[in-house]
């Protein structure tokens, strides 16, 4: 199994493949404490962070976003007191993608790097 923090997102198409079932299956042991969810009809991935204070959050918040910037590939984030809820998901294709995967792992990484 790859480390999905080892991976680079890939730009996709409207015709680009959604993750299949087995993908799923590899890829959730790599990032346990999403929730699959839908939004307005469409799956993504979703997680919400802890932080003592606003001024944290916001920095992660400014993290996540300089992280989906290099990869190219952009999340909806919602900053609140004490939290951020980060989705993840590929709009052009209305689902989940490969990327989305990546994403999710490596704004794990974020908030474990600190």
């Known amino acids: 199994m790859e480390n999905l923090t080892q991976m680079r997102c890939v730009a996709c198409r409207r015709d680009a493949p959604r993750v299949t079932e087995a993908e799923i299956a590899e ?31 916001l920095a992660f918040t ?12 952009h999340p909806a984030l919602l900053t609140e007191w004490g939290r951020v809820t980060v989705h993840w998901w590929t709009k052009k294709i209305r689902g989940l993608h490969r990327n989305d995967f990546i994403m999710a792992a490596k704004t794990d990484q974020l908030y474990s790097n600190g």
Not at 40 to 47: A, H, N, T
Request: net charge negative; hydrophobic share 40%.
């Open 62 to 73: 400014a993290k996540v976003g300089d992280l989906a910037e290099a990869e190219a590939h």
């Open 27 to 57: 890829f959730r042991p790599q990032v346990p404490q999403w929730d699959m969810i839908e939004r307005d009809q469409v799956p993504c991935l979703e997680r919400q962070y802890q932080f003592d204070n606003f001024a944290d959050a």
